[in-house]
């Protein structure tokens, strides 16, 4: 008898001109090819219906996507460079804090680190042009499937242990970063720039979030497999 696969509840991107729930297949597939299954969440306010939904999945994957509302870490805008969705934050947010509740593994994607950080006490680089100006590229042209900068990953960290390495070249999609982080995250890879690239909780099974995008490099990269198989295998 096969073993059961487990379930992934995906977060959903939104289309504001289209009014339609949409997903790039890179978080779908990325899930699939480590074994898992993923399932698109649907966006809610209903705490208890988000919970029941959390309770029905082994993990959550929280995806990339617009700007995290700066109300939420009690700033203003900066001004029309920051674009939110707070239909989003809201279902993103009661999402997350019920898996980590839960001890689901959770793993973050580019707005997803920015997101939990936020969630747990941290702030954000609103533009990193702006607020932490750099000669790192971090908002890359297209093709986005290709590295443009390196991270150095911290040799006491689980995504060190995970990937063997102590340095990792990424792509690059986010003009926000995180700026302080939450108390209850360690950092676990860095930009050359000081930017946090990697972080974790301790004490929970499988929390880990990263600010590139895996999903768009695990078909032609050992090392973002890696990081897919490590999540699913957290619920096994």
């Known amino acids: 008898m096969k073993q059961k ?12 001109e289209k009014d339609s729930i949409w997903m790039l297949p890179g978080y779908m597939d990325g899930i699939m090819q480590a074994g898992g299954i993923p399932v698109i969440l649907p966006f809610s306010e209903d705490e208890q219906e988000l919970e029941q939904l959390v309770r029905l999945c082994d993990g959550v994957l929280l995806t990339g996507g617009p700007d995290v509302t700066p109300g939420l870490y009690h700033e203003e805008p900066l001004g029309e460079m920051v674009v939110t969705c707070p239909k989003r934050d809201v279902t993103e947010g009661l999402v997350f804090a019920k898996a980590a509740d839960m001890d689901k593994p959770v793993l973050g994607i580019c707005r997803g680190i ?11 680089y609103q533009d990193i042009p702006a607020q932490h100006p750099s000669g790192i590229v971090h908002r890359q042209p297209a093709p986005y499937d290709r590295p443009v900068h390196e991270v150095t990953l911290l040799k006491d960290s689980p995504l060190y242990d995970c990937l063997e390495t102590e340095t990792l070249s990424v792509n690059s999609s986010h003009h926000q970063a995180v700026k302080e982080l939450a108390p209850n995250l360690v950092p676990m890879a ?8 990697a972080v974790y909780m ?3 099974r499988f929390l880990w979030a990263v600010q590139w995008h895996p999903e768009r490099l695990f078909r032609t990269d050992e090392f973002n497999r890696k990081i897919f198989s490590a999540f699913t295998e957290a619920m096994q």
Do not use: S
């Open 5 to 16: 696969k487990p379930v992934v509840g995906v977060t959903p991107l939104w289309d504001e």
């Open 114 to 124: 920015q997101l939990i950080n936020v969630c747990l006490g941290g702030t954000l």
């Open 190 to 197: 860095y930009a050359p720039d000081g930017l946090v690239e």
């Open 202 to 204: 301790p004490g929970k």
